[in-house]
Nanobody
Framework: QVQLVESGGGLVQAGGSLRLSCAAS????????MGWFRQAPGKEREFVAA????????WYADSVKGRFTISRDNAKNMVYLQMNSLKPEDTAVYYC?????????????????WGQGTQVTVSS
């Protein structure tokens, strides 16, 4: 069992930065694939980024590549999403998610645990 709590969302102007944090509980965190998803009003929840337990591999949605960076600290049971050069289209509720593993890191289906979400609003 993994419990996830996101923080760090807020209102920022276009071009600005935010750092989201996700605190995880559970003994298996250090062996868990972690991801970030987002959901804008009226749209489906979409993949943003993911990182393997070993920190060796990362994946990003094309829309955020080069602007967002996922990282994790297994000693602290924390996952982060550094978001730079934010755009109004990045406005969404951002969710942290945990997966025991799966073949498609981009799919919501492989993530068993979800946080409650944190709102990110980017003004133009």
């Amino acid at each position: 069992q993994v419990q996830l709590v996101e923080s760090g969302g807020g209102l920022v102007q276009a071009g600005g930065s935010l750092r989201l944090s996700c605190a995880a509980s559970g003994r298996t965190f250090s062996s868990t694939l972690m991801g970030w998803f987002r959901q804008a009003p009226g749209k489906e929840r979409e993949f943003v980024a993911a990182m393997t337990a070993s920190v060796r591999f990362t994946w990003y949605a094309d829309s955020v590549k080069g602007r967002f960076t996922i990282s994790r600290d297994n000693a602290k049971n924390m996952v982060y999403l550094q978001m730079n050069s934010l755009k109004p289209e990045d406005t969404a509720v951002y969710y942290c998610a945990a997966s025991p593993g799966g073949s498609n890191v981009y799919s919501r289906a492989i993530y068993d645990y979800w946080g409650q979400g944190t709102q990110v609003t980017v003004s133009s």
